[in-house]
């Protein structure tokens, strides 16, 4: 089975909210009531009104199978990972989540955070995401449901990291340089402002 992951077009955009449905209700189906259902539904799909950079899909055989998306405001944390039913356990949230990885890591993003279903919990902490503390979702007047705040830690890209490092030390010279001649042109305009002539030692 070869599994594609790529950006978000706009066209794949229909047949994403069937997807998110289809994922929502069976998924949250199997633990929470029918209202907390629709209620959840109706706000993860309003939240998918338009493709961004950070939202991307995976593709079998040119089937959508799966998509998932960094938050548009927030770029270390996961607005959703949603897999069709008759492909969850095959690999596929595993690795939307990994694409999100990179992305954040690029973004120099030192951690990812993401808050989930308890019971969809442990699939993130078996890719290296730790509990940080227990949150209720609030869906208005379908109550709330038990959620975790979870966080992993992300390795620096290193092409990254030695472009930052570079610029710090480009910024350190320029400033070392810029302060020598400050204060070299400091020094002249003070001799001679008093008077003092003559070569330097």
């Known amino acids: 089975m070869e599994v594609q992951i790529r950006p978000i077009v706009d066209r794949d955009l229909p047949e994403l909210r069937v997807l998110q449905a289809l994922s929502i209700r069976s998924f949250y189906g199997q633990f929470h009531p029918p209202e907390q259902v629709e209620a959840l539904l109706d706000r993860?799909?309003?939240?998918?009104a338009q493709?961004?950079?950070?939202?991307?899909?995976?593709v079998v055989d040119g089937e959508l199978v799966g998509f998932a998306a960094l938050s548009s405001w927030r770029a270390d944390t996961i607005d959703a990972v949603y897999v069709h039913p008759a492909w969850m356990r095959r690999g596929i949230g595993q690795r939307l989540v990994a694409a999100l990885e990179r992305l954040a890591i690029q973004d120099r993003k030192g951690k990812l955070c993401v808050v989930a279903d308890v019971h969809a919990s442990g699939f993130y902490q078996a890719l290296g995401f730790a509990v940080r503390m227990d949150y209720r979702y609030a869906l208005g007047d379908a109550g709330t449901i038990a959620c975790h705040k979870l966080q992993k830690s992300l390795p620096q890209n290193s092409a990254v990291a030695m472009r930052?490092?570079?610029s710090k030390l480009l910024l350190l010279l320029l400033f070392s340089f810029g302060y020598a001649a400050i204060q070299g042109q400091v020094s002249d305009w003070?001799?001679?402002s008093i008077g003092i002539t003559g070569e330097r030692d």
């Open 164 to 166: 930052d490092w570079l």
């Open 190 to 192: 003070y001799e001679q």
């Open 44 to 48: 993860q799909i309003s939240a998918l």
């Open 51 to 58: 493709a961004h950079p950070s939202l991307v899909v995976a």
